[in-house]
């Protein structure tokens, strides 16, 4: 029962006495020092930081695998077959999908991938070519070569990652976008994504 009463008081510490409880878990840390626990002591710390990292950083590389059956069978119909993401380094709590035909009667594919706090667009459609109006890198993406460009869009400091490449004659056109409210996707994470398209 005094356990609860002191995490339920936890709360409710005055400025009096947190500096009161500081100095106690000083006194505990000398005690420690006096007994020769310390050594002890500093490898149990670094184990459970060792471990914490560990568990941070096991989604981080992994990404989040995503269903795309749903929007390939609303696909099936159209003009020109594409490729989606099958991984996001977040879960997707939505997925939106618009058509728009061209002047060449071809479509242009828009779809928004929404997680939380987190967005990705991809545009797709049948091109030549592909053409950013900003500087790009060259970029890896398996074995085909893409183009990333990162650009600052306004006063705020948004600023939007995108990454384009071509493949079996469809021109995708992956970008997030990074602001004041959003972490945005980063360029490394935008690669991974295209790398999971099937």
């Known amino acids: 029962m005094e356990r609860g009463n002191r995490t339920a008081r936890a709360d409710q510490l005055t400025s009096g006495e947190t500096f009161t409880q500081g100095i106690r878990i000083c006194n505990i840390w000398e005690r420690l020092k006096r007994r020769g626990n310390m050594k002890y002591l500093a490898a149990a710390v ?3 930081l060792v471990v914490l990292a560990g568990c941070a950083n096991s989604n981080a590389s992994e990404g989040v695998p995503y269903d795309n059956e749903s929007l390939q069978t609303q696909l099936e119909e159209q003009s020109y077959q594409l490729k989606l993401p099958t991984q996001f380094p977040f879960e997707i709590s939505d997925a939106k999908f618009s058509a728009a035909p061209t002047e060449n009667e071809e479509k242009v594919f828009d779809f928004t991938f929404i997680g939380e706090g987190e967005a990705v667009e991809l545009m797709t459609f049948n091109g030549e070519s592909i053409n ?3 500087e790009t890198e060259a970029v890896q993406i398996g074995s085909i070569e893409g183009q990333y460009a990162e650009q600052e ?7 939007v990652r995108r990454l384009v490449w071509k493949e079996d004659g469809v021109v995708y056109n992956m970008s997030s976008a990074d602001d004041q409210e959003n972490g945005g996707v980063s360029k490394e994470e935008l690669i991974q994504i295209a790398e999971s398209f099937e």
């Open 46 to 48: 670094m184990i459970v």
């Open 132 to 134: 950013l109006d900003v």
């Open 153 to 159: 869009v306004n006063d705020q400091g948004t600023t």
